[in-house]
């Protein structure tokens, strides 16, 4: 309970430094005249700078712990969120989120890693979609509670108070984490060995598309693209886009954790994340339609969220493949694709909207949101030929 805890605080606070960006944009935007490019870019930074460093997380925990590992990590994401408070141009942004994702780039991993270690392999699944689930509060966080504090002290004076938070919780990763002991072997220990070892596992090869795009479509419309969409479609100021996105945000929490037991209650896992990447698939399809109604385009969005979070069985379907000696550069090579996916897809989308930037706000939001489903339709083709991998009794 408490390795649980100690992480689940400091996953609240990497969930809301992948999501703020959607509250505050429009004013962010103002303030520093950035265009949709430039906001698209500012999300993929933070992707950059979590995606670059997941090859030596995955070495650290292998071979140092997570202990020291997750903790002086965080340091960099107080110093991103310090640089975030004080920027006062386009680059330094670009910086400070860099510095953010970095920071972030441990904690998931390192909670997991432990699960996979401690915890019997039944329950893997479990632990990882309750800590996602619960941690998830930080999306709550970074929405009516954000939009709230910035518009009472300004989003500077709400990211000074997140840097503090972010210290406070890498200290108590240092003082309350003990690293399990470690597992010699006489297999690759180099920093990308262990990688090539696990790109020969061919049970893995089916899940790399689904992996790459299930949640990068959920991390760019919730983390960047969900609040302009309610901003421009529908005319939302601050807050009310805040209470908006917490819709969304709250529907994530709750399918996270809805998901965790699902494996063994249904005896799969390709199955449970099959139906809830084909049930986001056509929730995104649904956001395209031509008249939707706030209301409706809410309740969407909320489907969209809860079942779009098949993040923690998608990765215990991955990790049932990985042995234990690789374990950790395992678990950080699946969550190159899953954050890295998502690196890739918010430039791009970020292009895409000043492309469309001529055109009516709800017919660039269609053509975004079915670009989206289709990605989804893709890889959930490749997915079905890859192996059920179902939990033991």
Not at 306 to 315: C, I, Q, R, S, W
Request: charged share 10%.
């Amino acid at each position: 309970m408490r390795v649980f805890l100690t992480f689940l605080a400091a996953y609240v606070l990497s969930q809301f430094y992948r999501s703020f960006l959607a509250v505050i944009a429009p004013e962010l935007a103002h303030e520093l005249m950035l265009d949709a490019q430039a906001l698209g870019n500012l999300q993929a930074f933070w992707i950059l700078g979590f995606v670059v460093t997941q090859f030596p997380v995955g070495w650290a925990l292998d071979t140092l712990g997570p202990r020291r590992t997750v903790s002086l990590q965080m340091l960099a994401a107080v110093a991103g969120a310090l640089l975030f408070a004080t920027a006062h141009s386009a680059f330094a942004l670009n910086i400070a989120m860099l510095l953010i994702g970095a920071g972030c780039g441990s904690i998931y991993m390192g909670a997991i890693y432990l699960f996979g270690r401690i915890a019997a392999p039944q329950r893997f699944a479990l632990l990882c979609s309750w800590l996602l689930g619960l941690g998830t509060a930080g999306n709550l966080l970074a929405a009516s509670p954000l939009a709230f504090v910035a518009q009472s002290v300004g989003w500077r004076g709400a990211m000074m108070g997140m840097a503090a938070a972010t210290a406070l919780s890498a200290l108590s990763v240092l003082l309350l984490i003990r690293d399990p002991v470690r597992i010699t072997t006489h297999g690759s220990r180099g920093l990308f060995g262990g990688v090539g070892d696990i790109l020969k596992i061919r049970n893995l090869w089916p899940l790399l598309p689904i992996t790459a795009v299930s949640y990068a479509v959920v991390l760019a419309e919730r983390g960047l693209w969900a609040g302009p969409y309610f901003s421009s479609v529908f005319g939302l100021e601050p807050v009310a886009r805040g209470n908006a996105l917490l819709v969304m945000a709250a529907a994530m929490s709750a399918g996270a954790m809805a998901y965790g037991p699902l494996d063994r209650l249904l005896g799969t896992r390709k199955w449970v994340v099959f139906g809830g990447v084909a049930v986001t698939a056509l929730c995104f399809a649904a956001l395209a339609l031509p008249g939707l109604s706030l209301t409706a385009a809410i309740m969407v969005m909320g489907l969209l969220g809860g079942f779009g979070m098949t993040y923690g069985v998608l990765m215990a379907h991955g990790r049932s493949f990985v042995p234990d000696h690789l374990l950790g550069r395992g678990i950080t090579l699946l969550n190159v694709l899953f954050i890295g996916g998502a690196g890739v897809l918010q430039p791009l989308s970020g292009a895409l909207m000043k492309r469309l930037a001529g055109v009516p706000p709800e017919q660039a939001y269609a053509t975004l949101h079915l670009i989206f489903a289709g990605l989804l339709g893709l890889s959930l083709i490749v997915y079905a030929f890859s192996q059920d991998n179902p939990p033991k009794a």
